[in-house]
């Protein structure tokens, strides 16, 4: 599953850069729809992660990671956790 590292706030990151869930509305640069998605932990589009990327300064590999999780749902739904 691919998702957020761990400690990750990318709203918390984008305010500290002036970029407010307000003005992200304001500007037009995110919807409404995308900031719950961010709120909620949720990814954004390849484009919003781009915009993201840029504004932060960040490779988009220290914000996201894939994390195998398929082996430990298994064990658990066989009840072997």
Not at 19 to 43: C, M, S
Not at 51 to 73: H, M, N, P, T, W
Request: hydrophobic share 40%; proline share 1%; net charge neutral.
């Amino acid at each position: 599953m691919i998702r957020w590292r761990e400690g990750i706030n990318v709203l918390d990151m984008l305010a500290r850069c002036g970029f407010t869930a307000y003005e992200l509305r304001k500007q037009h640069i995110f919807g409404e729809a995308t900031i719950q998605k961010l709120r909620k932990g949720g990814l954004p589009s390849w484009k919003e992660l781009d915009f993201i990327c840029e504004v932060l300064a960040y490779d988009v590999g220290e914000l996201i990671e894939y994390k195998d999780d398929r082996y430990v749902s298994l064990k658990k739904a066989e009840g072997k956790e």
